[in-house]
Structures are given as structure tokens and as C-alpha cells.
T-cell receptor, first 115, second 114 residues
Framework: AQKITQTQPGMFVQEKEAVTLDCTYD???????LFWYKQPSSGEMIFLIY??????QNATEGRYSLNFQKARKSANLVISASQLGDSAMYFC????????????FGDGTTLTVKP | NAGVTQTPKFQVLKTGQSMTLQCAQDMNHEYMSWYRQDPGMGLRLIHY???????DQGEVPNGYNVSRSTTEDFPLRLLSAAPSQTSVYFCASSYSMAANYGYTFGSGTRLTVV
């Protein structure tokens, strides 16, 4: 069963505007971690941000923030002040329990930033 | 600090051939994983390791073997290549099962099986 769902195959945003990329997840484990990764057209995978299931506050890393709504099982990525270099594929991922080497990825959202 | 090094970057195999994808990390990370990424899709876990001498299967292990004799190295072996194994393969490592450590990924190996 799909445990991570990213419903937006592609998104467009105007440069300097904010954009939200959606991610919903499914797990029965009370302990889990949620991650976002960026994959530019060059192909490498870059870790952006992490949210733990017991974290009380939403995670933030520079222009990235994670809108964590536990009851709705959603972990949306918000990118503020979009830049042309933000154009990439973005993946949401979940690690259940405490096994760091075992994560499930969504199918990704392609973000295009327009000048 | 090299991070995670994958070799080769590109490989073409004939059906039935075997090969080993190499992965090495120099960050003393306990956890290492192999993923494959098919076009337009996310990453799917093949095998992972929680430390030297300990490996386990992921979502799509068939046709692949792994071993972890040292902390640094985690090679992935394709036993008898099939066209369905055409994909981009990523090796990833992580420091700890605690808190906010995301993966550090290698640059990937693009494998084509003809």
C-alpha cells in the first residue's frame, strides 16, 4: 500500500512567490520521521528538511518550512520567495520507527519556477 | 570530505550478465541503503544495512544481493541482469536513527540492461 502520497505531479510558481507542495502519509507507528528531498535536473538527491512525529513545532530550514498536521497525516513543504534554482523534483519520504536506513518515498512533484 | 561515492556512473549490461555497483562513504555512517529510481517515479528501497555485518531486504530485493563487511562499503550485486533492472541506482547513508538526519546520497549509477 502506498504510504506516501504526493498528489501534484507538476506545479508552477512565479519567482519570488511562495509555493506549497503537498504530502500525505499513512502509518500506524507512533514514531516516525518525515523528510523532503530535492532532485535538480542534474540528478543528485539533496536533503532539505526533517520533521519528527513527536516534534511540537513545525520544522524550518531557511526558505523551507514543513507544515505538519499530524491529525490529517500531512507534511506539506512550503518554499518561500521562490528562486529559479528551486526548479526541481521534490520528494516526500517517511521513516517509520527507528530504522534510519529504511525510508519510503513518494512519486515526487516537479516544481517549475517562472521568471 | 567525499561523502558517498558511487561507481560506475554509467553502465550498459547485456541480459544475463552480472555486475557489482560500488558504494563507499567516509562519514562513519552506520546506516546505508540502496534505492532504485525508475522514470517519473520515486525511490524504491532494494536493501539496507544498519551496520557492518547486518543487512535486510527492502521493497524490491529480488535479483540483487548485498553485503556489508565494513562500515565504509556497501556493494550491490546484480546476479543476472534483466531489462526490468534498467534504472538509476542510488546509494545513501545516514548517521543515526535519531532525530533529524536525512540521507546523504551518492550521485547515482545509470544502468541500462539490453
Amino acid at each position: 500500500a502506498q504510504k506516501i502520497t504526493q498528489t501534484q505531479p507538476g506545479m508552477f510558481v512565479q519567482e519570488k512567490e511562495a509555493v506549497t507542495l503537498d504530502c500525505t502519509y499513512d502509518t500506524s507507528d507512533p514514531s516516525y520521521g518525515l523528510f523532503w528531498y530535492k532532485q535538480p535536473s542534474s540528478g543528485e538527491m539533496i536533503f532539505l528538511i526533517y520533521q519528527g512525529s513527536y516534534d511540537q513545532q513545525n520544522a524550518t530550514e531557511g526558505r523551507y518550512s514543513l507544515n505538519f498536521q499530524k491529525a490529517r497525516k500531512s507534511a506539506n513543504l512550503v518554499i518561500s520567495a521562490s528562486q529559479l534554482g528551486d526548479s526541481a523534483m521534490y520528494f516526500c519520504a517517511m521513516r517509520e520507527g527507528s530504522v534510519a536506513g529504511k525510508s519510503t518515498f513518494g512519486d515526487g512533484t516537479t516544481l517549475t519556477v517562472k521568471p | 570530505n567525499a561523502g558517498v561515492t558511487q561507481t560506475p556512473k554509467f553502465q550498459v549490461l547485456k541480459t544475463g550478465q552480472s555486475m557489482t555497483l560500488q558504494c563507499a562513504q567516509d562519514m562513519n555512517h552506520e546506516y546505508m541503503s540502496w534505492y532504485r529510481q525508475d522514470p517519473g517515479m520515486g525511490l524504491r528501497l532494494i536493501h539496507y544495512s544498519v551496520g557492518a555485518g547486518i543487512t535486510d531486504q527492502g521493497e524490491v530485493p529480488n535479483g540483487y544481493n548485498v553485503s556489508r563487511s565494513t562500515t565504509e562499503d556497501f556493494p550491490l550485486r546484480l546476479l543476472s541482469a534483466a531489462p526490468s533492472q534498467t534504472s538509476v541506482y542510488f546509494c545513501a547513508s545516514s548517521y543515526s536513527m535519531a532525530a533529524n538526519y536525512g540521507y546523504t546520497f551518492g550521485s547515482g549509477t545509470r544502468l541500462t540492461v539490453v
